[in-house]
Nanobody, 123 residues
Framework: QVQLVESGGGLAQAGGSLRLSCAASGRTFSLYKMGWFRQAPGKERVFVAA????????YYADFVKGRFTISRDSAHNTVYLQMDSLKPEDTARYYC????????????????WGQGTQVTVSS
């Protein structure tokens, strides 16, 4: 199994920045992809960004391109989401996800999930 723990959420003003972290433990050697998703109250969960565990391939939802950056530190089993130019509509609970299967798609099909970290952006 793989365990994921998110951290770094909090309050920010519009135009500000936050950096989310996702620490992975367990059978991390089996991972192929890591992703970030978010869900606002009363809304569906949506894909934000993904990265290949080994390598440099990254993928982003259109609404965060140019503002968010996903990266990973394999030596420390950690994935990051740097969020810049935050907007009130970015307010949501952000979840880290992981999957051991070679990518069929990058915006779904994740087996492992963290508990999430809240991000709130004020106007």
């Amino acid at each position: 199994q793989v365990q994921l723990v998110e951290s770094g959420g909090g309050l920010a003003q519009a135009g500000g920045s936050l950096r989310l972290s996702c620490a992975a433990s367990g059978r991390t050697f089996s991972l192929y992809k890591m992703g970030w998703f978010r869900q606002a109250p009363g809304k569906e969960r949506v894909f934000v960004a993904a990265i290949r565990w080994s390598g440099s391939s990254t993928y982003y939802a259109d609404f965060v391109k140019g503002r968010f950056t996903i990266s990973r530190d394999s030596a420390h089993n950690t994935v990051y989401l740097q969020m810049d130019s935050l907007k009130p509509e970015d307010t949501a609970r952000y979840y880290c996800a992981a999957d051991p299967r070679p990518a069929i798609s990058w915006d779904n099909e994740y087996d492992y999930w963290g508990q999430g970290t809240q991000v709130t952006v004020s106007s």
